[in-house]
C-alpha cells in the first residue's frame, strides 16, 4: 500500500489549495478514504472522510463548508479542496486508508497559511 500527497504549499489567508492523494496496492474503490492532519504541537486530527463510490463524505466542525472531499476511483486519487483558508488551517495534511485490519498513511504535505 501506498499513498502519495501532494499540493501543499504556503498560502495567505482566505486562499485555496487542493491536495491529491494517489493511492496504489490495494483496491482503491473499494474502500473509503480520509483526511487528517496534525499542527505543530497538536495531535493529529481527522478532518474529511468519503465513502468509496463518494456517495457519503463527512467532515470535522472545523472544516464543514470550507473543505470539499472528492474522490476519482478511475485515477486512484483522493483531493481535498480547501477554501476560505485560515492560519489555523496550517499542517501537515496526511490520507490515510483503512487495509486489512491496517491503517495506512501517505507521509503528508505541508500546508502553511499565513500572511
Known amino acids: 500500500v501506498q499513498l502519495v500527497e501532494s499540493g501543499g504549499g504556503l498560502v495567505a489567508p482566505g486562499g485555496s489549495l487542493r491536495l491529491s492523494c494517489a493511492a496504489s496496492?490495494?483496491?482503491?474503490?473499494?474502500?473509503?478514504m480520509s483526511w487528517h492532519r496534525q499542527g505543530l504541537g497538536k495531535e493529529r486530527e481527522w478532518v474529511a472522510g468519503?465513502?468509496?463510490?463518494?456517495?457519503?463524505?463527512k467532515y470535522a466542525d472545523s472544516v464543514k463548508g470550507r473543505f470539499t472531499i472528492s474522490r476519482d476511483n478511475a485515477k486512484n486519487r483522493v483531493y481535498l479542496q480547501m477554501n476560505s483558508l485560515k492560519p489555523e488551517d496550517t499542517a501537515v495534511y496526511y490520507c490515510?486508508?483503512?487495509?486489512?485490519?491496517?491503517?495506512?498513511w501517505g507521509q503528508g504535505t505541508q500546508v502553511t497559511v499565513s500572511s
Open positions: 496496492g490495494f483496491t482503491f474503490s473499494a474502500v473509503s
Open positions: 468519503i465513502s468509496s463510490t463518494a456517495g457519503i463524505t
Open positions: 490515510e486508508v483503512l487495509w486489512g485490519s491496517r491503517h495506512y
